[in-house]
């Protein structure tokens, strides 16, 4: 996009409703209407196009972007710092071993505390299920009351990095992604998609990516298609919001017991492992108790499950009953790879590599993504600041 | 405050004499004038009404800001980050796990060698006693050494984020909320408060709180209360000074042993729990000489001791006896609130609820403080500066 | 220098090429041509002039710099941070415990994954031999290849922060000092510098410092003896390239077996300690096989032969037979001090004492060589845009 045609995008922009934005956290995607999801996508579009244009969309001169990753991170850590960092945020890690974090009044507390000078808060808290989601919820809830009550002279917004239940950074980058490939959001429709569980050597990858792509992607009338193993199983509220989207959108969506019947004629497919649904719940349960035997144990027997299900892998083979042998491959990253990074995994090391390029290029829509998010809960009118941006036209590198 | 009253608060600065802060420290309260006292309150309440104004007060257009936490830190590392941040400072911090820091020689040569752009160092080191005042004074001594012998281009000023004999950004801020809260520093004068011990079922608090209120609150002409148990006293030199400052400024100062004297008719009640002296005299030694048994004995050994004066609880009972039964309550935090973050603790929890936001708010005040501290430490004429960035007015949110 | 100082001395910096280090990376010394490491001093000379004269060298408006310290480091970690800051780039670093980072396949992914907001990744992976440069290859392969594929919209540039082979950062720092010491660069030639071991307590040291410096000086010009017991010699490429050097800068490049022979009327001694190239080598490879046992008895053995060169220090009667007894003594701290910190070491405290201001000036210069190869890096006509710093002459502290 050159300067015009970005100018055009913003116009474009201000047909859209983003009032329901302001001061508000972006945790699920389907609590989102239709206006917000095409908001945040045309945005990140706008702030990628900026950049590409050395145009510096800094929009705050100082103030803080608290992060708290309650599990690794190196992708969605860094999208993050890149987004907070391109609108003039300063990054500030709440590193939790190095301060006293407990549950309960605390969490309240310690959201006020740390808020004091911040704009937005993002976190990552995926590992348990019911958890996740609920901390995030919790902090939310501890800040717009600090801001009511006069404790925080701004209400920072919340980011969710990935959570038990979704993953919206992710799957928002995924429908940017898409949207390319298929030369615009119109053009999904009736496109097929096969969410497919895939066989991975290690245990316990949270259900957000999975559970996030069909809440998402229902939404663009695209013919979803979910498949895992038996005892594999999603979130049923996630998998009842699938189904009430594809009625609702006029897409479709469906379950599969086998990868082939997920994969044929598919047009994107998107093979990635995840824990058994009750497997994560009774993690979670034995982790709260601290019972490292019976985990050890739990471990043990996934594994063994898991092998079972070791055919499930998107080979070339596999690839040809796509939609003329051409389908999207997705994935989150990283992507076991057979031969590569285990001895056999989600997905063939050719098929891999052919799609490696556009895999990295989606990846790069993240940042963008999350600076879309922020922007939009932070000012009225984005409209008119996005304009501000591109006649100021401050160069980001002088 | 509007932008006129910015103005006119800047104003009676420029009749505070800030001369001696120049290329100065912030350690402990009693170090410092009456000005200088004055003038770091006034200037957080100016650069807070700038921020509330949407004015930035960014005055580095680059430079580094350099914490060291060599104990846990959430709150203070937040302000501190903050405060850095509201002038432009960008924060690094020395992570001594990651680095070799040794003792002696090496910390005058680290202290030049992560100093070379650094305007600040904020410092955390309250463990042991009669070691992190010394440390701070140590590296304040080879910055001040290496900028005069060249070596370093700028003078990094220190501030003290908590050591063994003070806490001056909290005690500070804690000033300012109560300046708020009687509506002026001149209505301080006359009002008791209880700077009083209580019970937690931990171990080993430092004491650079309850001497940092006694040695603080002195100067304002308060009536100063400082009930302990047997055992449980501070520093005598720290108390020297209190009872100094009281009959210097008009006030008082004396000790009771039972809460209850302290609570009798007290404006403010300021109920927390620190170790006793010789306990934190002696486990210094210990832990020095690397004797685990015996440091374990002497916790345990504490804790006993601890439990005997489990009744020293905030209650509603005690607020009763205060000035109307309505005195302020405060805490540092996070305080040990009975029932809520523990069985039995220093405060019961409807007397913490009642006073959360007021505490919320008054933590809210330090990163300004510390923002203050820094800015009187840089420049010559902060009236100047500060009526420059009014005048400019540049936006903090574009 | 002063504003026209300033302006002269970009003037000249004009005259040399910096075409090929546009978008290229500084990972070798010897793998710069001549003009290249002119520029490179150059600008940092430039670099620092404007921060002494308080105009700001800010040329980012918003940009990250990522960080990999595969090793402890506290003096190259803070001349990266603010060189970077000086630039207007704000850290990340990559924590790889926090990461999930594997070797083969994922460098190329995660290097592509850290970089979409990078300008410029610094590494230091000085442990292994064989190991560091090669990583730091992989990396730069990964993001050129990235940014030819459209992944990257930009390509991050590397800087070597110190690996197995080479410190540039630190061995140009060094240069820089010794050009002010003596006056200029054109007063090195025919200097006598002794680059030689030094007896150390502590064991595997790297090798990179002393290689960086006969690789160095030889350009210059200059007499560099290399010194060291039996056994303790570099790897022998760096060697060969010492040797060329000096046959083509007229200087000299030659061996010795003795301290005192290094010493002997030097204008320059630098006493370091290093691990011998065998026992590096055996340690690298029992390192990847994780045997402990043969780890321990090979440092045990080693620092039995280490003990026999104990006499191999930097004393004041060493010093007295070096050029007129008054020799500029160089580290690259920290030091092994006798009786400092440690019983016996590298130099006998005096001498470091006598020498420690300009060893800490000398450190001094190391962020602004950090920020002239990310400088260089970045723009095709530096010249153009240095003169727009000082025309412009926005402040840093304003």
Same mark, same amino acid.
């Given at each position: 996009m050159d300067k015009a045609e970005i100018l055009k995008s913003i116009e474009s922009l201000s047909k859209i409703n983003t009032d329901t934005m302001v001061l508000n956290d972006f945790l699920l995607t389907w609590d989102k209407s239709e206006d917000e999801i095409a908001a945040t996508l045309q945005t990140a579009e706008i702030l990628r196009a900026l950049r590409q244009n050395n145009i510096s969309s800094r929009v705050f001169e100082t103030g803080l972007a608290i992060s708290i990753f309650r599990d690794q991170s190196t992708r969605t850590r860094f999208s993050f710092a890149g987004a907070c960092n391109l =609108?003039?945020?300063?990054?500030?890690?709440?590193?939790?071993?190095?301060?006293?974090?407990?549950?309960g009044e605390t969490v309240r507390e310690t959201a006020n505390m740390i808020s004091f000078l911040a704009e937005v808060i993002g976190i990552r808290d995926d590992i348990y299920l019911g958890e996740g989601h609920t901390y995030i919820k919790e902090v939310a809830r501890a800040v717009n009351q600090g801001h009511q009550e006069g404790v925080l002279p701004q209400?920072?917004?919340l980011v969710n990095l990935q959570c038990d239940i979704d993953h919206p950074t992710q799957t928002m980058s995924d429908a940017l992604h898409i949207i390319h490939y298929f030369g615009g959001v119109e053009n999904l429709k009736g496109k097929k998609i096969a969410?497919? $569980?895939?066989?991975?050597?290690?245990?316990? /990858?949270? =259900?957000?990516?999975?559970?996030?792509?069909?809440?998402? @992607?229902?939404?663009?009338? @695209?013919?979803?298609?979910?498949?895992?193993?038996?005892?594999?199983?999603? @979130?049923?509220?996630?998998?009842?919001?699938?189904?009430? !989207?594809?009625? /609702?959108?006029?897409g479709s969506f469906c379950q599969e017991m086998h990868m082939e019947d997920a994969f044929k004629d598919a047009d994107i497919?998107?093979?990635?492992? $995840?824990?058994?649904? !009750?497997?994560?719940?009774?993690?979670?349960?034995?982790?709260?108790?601290?019972?490292?035997?019976?985990?050890?144990?739990?471990? /043990?027997?996934? =594994?063994?499950? !898991?092998?079972?299900?070791i055919n499930w892998q998107c080979t070339e083979k596999l690839m040809q009953i796509t939609r003329q042998g051409r389908a999207l491959y997705m994935h989150c990253l990283p992507a076991d790879i057979s031969g590569v990074s285990c001895e056999s995994g989600e997905v063939e090391a050719s098929v891999f590599e052919r799609y490696r390029v556009p895999q990295?290029?989606?990846?790069?829509? /993240?940042?963008?993504?999350?600076?879309? @998010?922020?922007?939009?809960?932070k000012f009225k009118d984005p409209t008119e600041k996005l304009s501000q941006l591109v006649n100021q036209a401050r160069p980001r590198v002088y």
């Open positions: =609108l003039g945020l300063a990054i500030q890690e709440l590193d939790e071993e190095k301060s006293q974090i407990a549950h209400r920072p917004t969410m497919s $569980w895939a066989y991975s050597p290690s245990y316990g /990858k949270p =259900l957000s990516v999975p559970q996030g792509i069909i809440g998402l @992607m229902t939404r663009f009338g @695209m013919d979803v298609v979910l498949a895992h193993p038996e005892g594999y199983t999603l @979130m049923p509220e996630v998998v009842a919001i699938a189904q009430t !989207n594809s009625a /609702k959108f006029g497919v998107y093979p990635k492992s $995840w824990a058994p649904y !009750n497997v994560m719940e009774e993690r979670t349960r034995l982790l709260q108790d601290g019972d490292r035997q019976a985990l050890q144990a739990l471990e /043990k027997r996934c =594994l063994e499950i !898991n092998k079972k299900y990295y290029v989606q990846a790069g829509y /993240k940042p963008y993504i999350i600076a879309a @998010m922020i922007f939009l809960s």
